[in-house]
């Protein structure tokens, strides 16, 4: 896979500094100070030539987020798949010219047509409610690692979330190892967007989702679960609760769910064998 940056040195900075005015217990500061804010852009992505989607995003590990947004949505089915991601970086945001493979362009081009002129549902630019449940493949993998691991990677990713901690308004994804090593950690000011960055991040460096498991530092929603489906990983671990939806497609689909990861507590709603203690 090929990346290119065009004007590589445009690109916004994920964090911004403002003025603020504080109020502390009531009483407002005698002066103004300094603020350090997260940065969210417009972040479009083109298939071939062709504009596809567009959502806010954090500026940064763009190139992992074009091959993890194209997994998860089903658009190509490795890595491979896609040839080349360029940056095209304009005042009004960056453009991600993605080229996929001609048979998985093919397919798009077929679903594009079949969703034209339907009614939009308005979730997340899906244009039909059978495409926001579109099934996913079971969940093979067999992984089983510690309770405790988990609980101590959900600490460590927590220090691990540089941008978070400079602005206090991003979310985390990240994956650790079986054995209890937290390998890859990914930032966005979007829940989904931090997931599907981690997603193209293992998937451009040939990392096996399914031997470990994917921790956020959000709630666990029913998209989160079907993009851990989709990548085939078997334990999702949020420190929010889930929803509903998300845990009968957590049930249905083989990933062991677990909610309320904090300090030394857990709560799990499916598959709990997984996570013995």
């Given amino acids: 896979m090929d990346t290119t940056d065009l004007d590589l040195d445009r690109l916004p900075a994920d964090r911004v500094a403002a003025d603020v005015m504080r109020i502390r ?16 852009t417009p972040v479009a992505l083109a298939y071939n030539g062709i504009s596809h ?6 500026p940064t590990d ?15 089915e490795a890595a491979r798949d896609v040839r080349d991601i360029v940056l095209n970086v304009s005042d009004d945001g960056v453009v991600i010219d993605i080229e996929i493979a001609s048979a998985c362009m093919a397919r798009l081009k077929t679903r594009r ?19 926001v449940l ?10 089983v690692m510690r309770l405790a691991d988990l609980l101590a990677g959900m600490h460590a990713m927590r220090r691990a979330q540089a941008l978070h901690g400079a ?25 989904h967007n931090a997931l ?20 956020v530092s959000s709630r666990a929603s029913f998209e989160m679960v079907q993009k851990t489906a989709s990548a085939g990983c078997p334990i999702l671990a949020a ?32 598959h709990p064998q997984r996570l013995p203690d």
């Fill in 25 to 40: 217990g009531g009483q407002r500061a005698p002066a103004s100070e300094q603020d350090v804010l997260a940065e969210e």
């Fill in 239 to 270: 420190v929010s609760a889930p929803t509903g939806l998300a845990v009968r497609l957590a049930q249905t689909s083989g990933v062991t769910l677990a909610g309320f990861v904090r300090g030394d507590d857990a709560t799990l709603y499916t």
């Fill in 113 to 131: 047509r079949a969703l034209s002129g339907r009614t939009g549902c308005g979730l997340c630019g899906v244009e039909t409610l059978p495409e």
């Fill in 62 to 76: 763009l190139e992992d987020f074009a091959v993890g947004f194209s997994l998860t949505e089903g658009i190509v």
């Fill in 134 to 143: 579109r099934p996913v493949a079971p969940v093979t993998a067999e992984t």
């Fill in 53 to 58: 989607a567009t959502m806010l995003a954090s």
């Fill in 167 to 191: 602005t206090g308004a991003t979310h985390a994804a990240a994956w650790m190892t079986a054995q209890g090593a937290l390998h890859a950690v990914r930032e966005d000011v979007g829940r």
């Fill in 196 to 215: 599907d960055k981690l997603i193209g991040a293992l998937a451009r460096e040939g990392t096996a989702a399914g031997a470990g498991a994917f921790l």
